[in-house]
């Protein structure tokens, strides 16, 4: 069945920028039927919505961080990013990739904490 | 943005206990509806989709309902693995918006 990993940098500086990767198996992005998705969930809270990509590398984003998120897709290696710049303490997160419109499967999530 | 509340944020109860857990939209979201189980450290797992589709693999005791406005998370008979975060998740319009999540404790 088709799995996600997150990957990349556990420790991001305060003004500097966050970038992560979704790595994807058992299935292909540029199938073209799903949705791509990054999800982040604070220390103790909730969940927020980041955005999506799709297999041609079509985007949205939550109009709340849409001025410092770039999403970019590699259908060569099945993979899709995330870049989120500036962060302040207030980015620190687990971070998942999820498939989808509604979210299935996710990844496993990555702590990054934004700390100097 | 569509708001979507929970309630209650906490709920105590036993094994063999009925549960029920309510989301309400702040505007129509059709049917278009998710609900996720999350345990400590670990990430979301999808639950219903479509308000009412129990997603594959998942056990008949979860059951949802709802339409518009209004939906449901019923457990019909709570077991010890069923201790856990729940959120609920509209697909209907962007940005997507979860719950603030109902924690499932023990009595």
């Known amino acids: 069945q088709v799995q996600l990993q997150e990957s990349g940098p556990g420790l991001a500086k305060p003004s500097e920028t966050l970038s992560l990767t979704c790595t994807v198996s058992?299935?292909?992005?540029?199938?073209?039927?799903?949705?791509w998705n990054w999800i982040r969930q604070p220390p103790g809270k909730g969940l927020e919505w980041i955005g999506y990509i799709d297999h041609i590398g079509a985007t949205r984003y939550n109009p709340s961080l849409k001025s410092r998120v770039l999403m970019s897709v590699d259908t060569s290696k099945n993979q899709f990013s995330l870049n989120l710049t500036s962060v302040t303490a207030a980015d620190t997160a687990v971070y998942y990739c999820?498939?989808?419109?509604?979210?299935?499967?996710w990844g496993q999530g990555t702590l990054v904490t934004v700390s100097s | 943005d569509i708001q979507m509340t929970q309630s209650p944020s906490t709920l105590s109860a036993s094994v063999g206990d009925r549960v029920t857990i309510s989301c309400r939209a702040s505007?129509?979201?059709?049917?278009?509806l998710a609900w996720y189980q999350q345990k400590p450290g670990k990430a979301p797992e999808l639950l219903i989709r479509k308000a009412s589709t129990l997603q594959s693999g998942v056990s008949s005791r979860f059951s949802g309902s709802g339409y518009g406005t209004e939906f449901t998370l019923t457990i019909s008979s709570l077991q010890s693995d069923d201790f856990a975060t729940y959120y609920c998740h509209q697909y209907e319009a962007y940005p997507r918006t979860f719950g603030q999540g109902t924690k499932v404790e023990f009595k």
């Open positions: 505007a129509h979201i059709h049917n278009w």
């Open positions: 999820a498939r989808g419109d509604w979210f299935d499967p």
């Open positions: 058992g299935g292909f992005i540029r199938s073209g039927d799903y949705y």
